[in-house]
């Protein structure tokens, strides 16, 4: 099938596929999508998430904070995450039921491994950066069909931060006309959409609010042999230790004002170090410290919206990893208790699925070239149609 043709469908079957900060697998949801732009009415018919082995998230994280790298080892592993990503859709279409000749389309997110959203002097010119990896033309080639995939480079052109994507997907299935809502998503950065009660594009505020799971699943790693916590039981035992917390909310990236998007750049290893220190000079136990990082996640949330939009919160909805640890809602509910908690299962996006479902959508928005990003979330000049299309 052509573009054309695909555009003058109706309703279309599409994949979006999605590796997140945390790296721990790939998310693949196959998405009925009906028209498109604020007419986007869609449906999801499956999703799973395909973990990566210990060896290949050791990879990812490799390449993720290492400041030299192999080039040929890059390069070959740019293009074996493009056949994982081709797995993970042709494993998904299997299990679904359906046949891959009725797929229309597949968006892929890729895995972040650098993103440098500010400029700094290079040679002789202003320059930002994102890579994302996960070859798309494998995932066209092994699939049969039409991918959309590298989306955020085409925002950084255009003077923004290539992130974040996902405030377009949220204004189109989320926003409301009597309601100021937000959409969370904690996965291992934090990020935000803020959606005034009947709002225009140009009115949607949207930032990473800073760490999310990222820094308590490294303690988990560190002293409890865990890959998380689970349900927040261990950072239930613990004791909050607020002097840390009200220290490392002066960090500069929390105060500084949106547009902003971060990641492992700043939050990855070298912060984690600093935390473990900062801990050893208070006495801090393993559980205090996790039970402290905890509520320092679900602080720096609370602090962002109050200060970036002090206007009442009526809703906020929450998708991600961290909708499965009541700590975290239990305090967001403390910090905010004027505002009514839900998450986005109840709005008919299973939260794990979530932001797959978005690559989707925006896959479908490229195809149709109509803009993927917001300007008043990425700082760009304006908005802009996102990603590159590779045909089979």
Same mark, same amino acid.
């Given at each position: 099938?052509?573009?054309?043709?695909?555009?003058?469908?109706?309703?279309?079957?599409?994949?979006?596929?999605?590796?997140?900060?945390?790296?721990?697998?790939?998310?693949?949801?196959?998405?009925?999508?009906?028209?498109?732009?604020? %007419?986007?009415?869609?449906?999801?018919?499956?999703?799973?998430?395909?973990?990566?082995?210990?060896?290949?998230?050791?990879?990812?994280?490799?390449?993720?904070?290492?400041?030299?790298?192999?080039?040929?080892?890059?390069?070959?592993?740019?293009?074996?995450?493009?056949?994982?990503?081709?797995?993970?859709?042709?494993?998904?279409?299997?299990?679904?039921?359906?046949?891959?000749?009725?797929?229309?389309?597949?968006?892929?997110?890729?895995?972040?491994?650098?993103?440098?959203?500010?400029?700094?002097?290079?040679?002789?010119?202003?320059?930002?950066?994102?890579?994302?990896?996960?070859?798309?033309?494998?995932?066209?080639?092994?699939?049969?069909?039409?991918?959309?995939?590298?989306?955020?480079?085409?925002?950084?052109?255009?003077?923004?931060?290539?992130?974040?994507?996902?405030?377009?997907?949220?204004?189109?299935?989320?926003?409301?006309?009597?309601?100021?809502?937000?959409?969370?998503?904690?996965?291992?950065?934090?990020?935000?959409?803020?959606?005034?009660?009947?709002?225009?594009? %140009?009115?949607?505020?949207?930032?990473?609010?800073?760490?999310?799971?990222?820094?308590?699943?490294?303690?988990?790693?560190?002293?409890?042999?865990?890959?998380?916590?689970?349900?927040?039981?261990?950072?239930?035992?613990?004791?909050?230790?607020?002097?840390?917390?009200?220290?490392?909310?002066?960090?500069?990236?929390?105060?500084?004002?949106?547009?902003?998007?971060?990641?492992?750049?700043?939050?990855?290893?070298?912060?984690?170090?600093?935390?473990?220190?900062?801990?050893?000079?208070?006495?801090?136990?393993?559980?205090?410290?996790?039970?402290?990082?905890?509520?320092?996640?679900?602080?720096?949330?609370?602090?962002?919206?109050?200060?970036?939009?002090?206007?009442?919160?009526?809703?906020?909805?929450?998708?991600?990893?961290?909708?499965?640890?009541?700590?975290?809602?239990?305090?967001?509910?403390?910090?905010?208790?004027?505002?009514?908690?839900?998450?986005?299962?109840?709005?008919?996006?299973?939260?794990?699925?979530?932001?797959?479902?978005?690559?989707?959508?925006?896959?479908? %928005?490229?195809?149709?070239?109509?803009?993927?990003?917001?300007?008043?979330?990425?700082?760009?000049?304006?908005?802009?149609?996102?990603?590159?299309?590779?045909?089979?």
């Amino acid at each position: 099938m052509n573009i054309l043709s695909l555009c003058e469908k109706p309703a279309k079957l599409v994949v979006g596929l999605m590796s997140g900060t945390s790296a721990d697998g790939i998310d693949a949801a196959l998405v009925k999508i009906r028209d498109c732009g604020t %007419e986007t009415r869609l449906e999801l018919l499956a999703f799973n998430c395909f973990p990566y082995t210990p060896q290949q998230k050791e990879m990812i994280l490799k390449f993720a904070v290492a400041d030299m790298v192999s080039l040929d080892e890059f390069a070959r592993f740019n293009v074996f995450l493009g056949h994982l990503f081709a797995d993970a859709a042709l494993m998904l279409i299997r299990k679904s039921g359906f046949q891959l000749s009725e797929i229309d389309l597949i968006g892929s997110h890729g895995q972040t491994i650098r993103h440098l959203p500010k400029p700094e002097h290079f040679l002789d010119c202003l320059v930002s950066a994102t890579l994302q990896i996960g070859e798309p033309a494998v995932i066209a080639q092994r699939t049969g069909v039409i991918t959309v995939a590298d989306f955020r480079p085409a925002d950084i052109a255009a003077g923004g931060e290539g992130a974040p994507l996902v405030p377009l997907f949220d204004y189109l299935l989320f926003h409301s006309e009597n309601s100021n809502r937000v959409l969370l998503n904690i996965g291992g950065i934090a990020n935000v959409t803020i959606l005034p009660k009947n709002c225009t594009p %140009e009115q949607v505020i949207a930032f990473d609010s800073g760490p999310g799971n990222m820094i308590v699943d490294n303690l988990c790693k560190t002293f409890f042999a865990r890959d998380y916590d689970q349900h927040g039981d261990l950072a239930a035992s613990g004791k909050v230790n607020y002097t840390l917390v009200n220290q490392l909310l002066q960090d500069e990236y929390l105060l500084s004002p949106p547009p902003k998007s971060t990641g492992r750049e700043r939050y990855g290893i070298a912060y984690f170090q600093k935390i473990i220190e900062l801990a050893r000079v208070d006495n801090l136990s393993p559980l205090d410290l996790l039970a402290t990082m905890t509520f320092f996640t679900v602080k720096t949330i609370s602090t962002a919206l109050q200060t970036f939009y002090p206007q009442p919160v009526d809703e906020i909805i929450v998708s991600g990893g961290g909708v499965n640890n009541f700590m975290i809602l239990r305090h967001l509910q403390d910090l905010l208790p004027a505002t009514r908690l839900s998450t986005s299962d109840q709005h008919g996006v299973p939260a794990d699925a979530k932001e797959a479902v978005c690559f989707a959508v925006l896959a479908n %928005e490229t195809i149709h070239q109509r803009p993927g990003n917001m300007p008043s979330a990425t700082g760009a000049t304006r908005p802009v149609v996102l990603g590159k299309v590779c045909l089979p």
